[in-house]
């Protein structure tokens, strides 16, 4: 194996543990009822803008060979929407987090998988392999199962439907972000946060939310720095030495870190149906995270005369 693919893996798994700790540190502040919910999540979005600034700074002194293309004005329209949609996504989440456990928080994030892939099938016209059409089979049977409160009589949780709302947000905003995927990642990132951030904040004094504790701004600024600020950097170090597919299969682990974490730190008692749906989450995500054929045909075994 080279170097610089032993690297990018070591980037990917490290982006995978800085992701995996948003949701239950996340669900902890929550609980401390010091901050509100929306504005919990302008703060975690302000906090990639702030790693992202942190990352130009370095980048700037160090002046690499390898320049990236900056923005133009036709990318705005993308940036924009896409934090629009991180607003709308990031408000949905922390409210829904509320409501449920970290752990099913954790793997209906997954579902961002399903409307990624569906978007991008009907509104942006790419093809969907047979693997991933299975992938999206499962992982949503199992987005259905996480979301029943009550298995028995169909009752649904409230909570794990706003959570769905924000991968739904999510997977428009993937297939905008491939659109400027080829320009600098760190501006795009400085950008799109404070944008997010800023449509947070306006949105959580609107509904009046508070701030009681100021530990709580600090913590939720470094929840946001680690989780989304980090976790991206590392994310496009790996993508560009092992590729986006190979990126893709280990960055799916960080739902699952999340789950280890949560049911660690909240000794969570799941319904038997959550076990079942853990196992079909597995099962689509390792089917979702690469385009190779389900089966490999043998080859065909020659005749001797």
């Not at 790693?51 to 130009?56: T, Y």
């Amino acid at each position: 194996m080279r170097k610089s693919t032993k690297i990018g893996i070591v980037f990917a798994i490290i982006a995978a543990i800085c992701s995996s700790i948003n949701t239950p540190i996340s669900k902890l502040l929550l609980n401390s009822n010091t901050i509100g919910p929306v504005l919990s999540g302008g703060f975690l979005y302000l906090g990639a803008a702030i790693c992202a600034s942190i990352f130009l700074l370095f980048r700037k002194i160090a002046k690499p060979k390898v320049k990236e293309k900056p923005l133009e004005r036709k990318d705005f329209p993308y940036v924009f929407s896409i934090a629009v949609l991180n607003a709308i996504g990031v408000a949905c989440s922390m409210v829904g987090l509320r409501l449920v456990s970290a752990s099913n928080a954790a793997l209906l994030s997954n579902f961002e998988i399903v409307v990624t892939s569906l978007v991008a099938l009907f509104i942006f016209k790419d093809k969907i392999s047979p693997r991933l059409w299975a992938g999206i089979i499962f992982v949503f049977i199992a987005c259905i199962l996480l979301c029943s409160d009550d298995l028995t009589n169909l009752k649904f949780s409230s909570g794990a439907f706003l959570i769905l709302l924000a991968p739904i947000c999510w997977g428009f905003g993937n297939n905008f972000m491939k659109r400027i995927s080829h320009k600098d990642p760190l501006m795009s990132i400085i950008i799109e946060g404070t944008i997010t951030a800023i449509l947070c904040f306006m949105i959580g004094v609107r509904l009046h939310e508070e701030i009681t504790q100021f530990y709580s701004i600090l913590a939720i600024l470094s929840v946001g720095i680690i989780c989304y600020g980090v976790s991206l950097r590392f994310y496009i170090y790996a993508q560009r030495s092992i590729g986006a597919p190979r990126t893709s299969a280990f960055f799916s682990l960080a739902p699952f870190m999340s789950v280890l974490i949560s049911t660690a730190i909240f000794r969570e008692s799941p319904a038997w149906w959550y076990y079942v749906a853990l196992g079909l989450m597995g099962v689509g995500v390792w089917l979702s995270s690469s385009d190779r054929k389900i089966f490999r045909k043998r080859p065909e075994k020659r005749l001797s005369n």
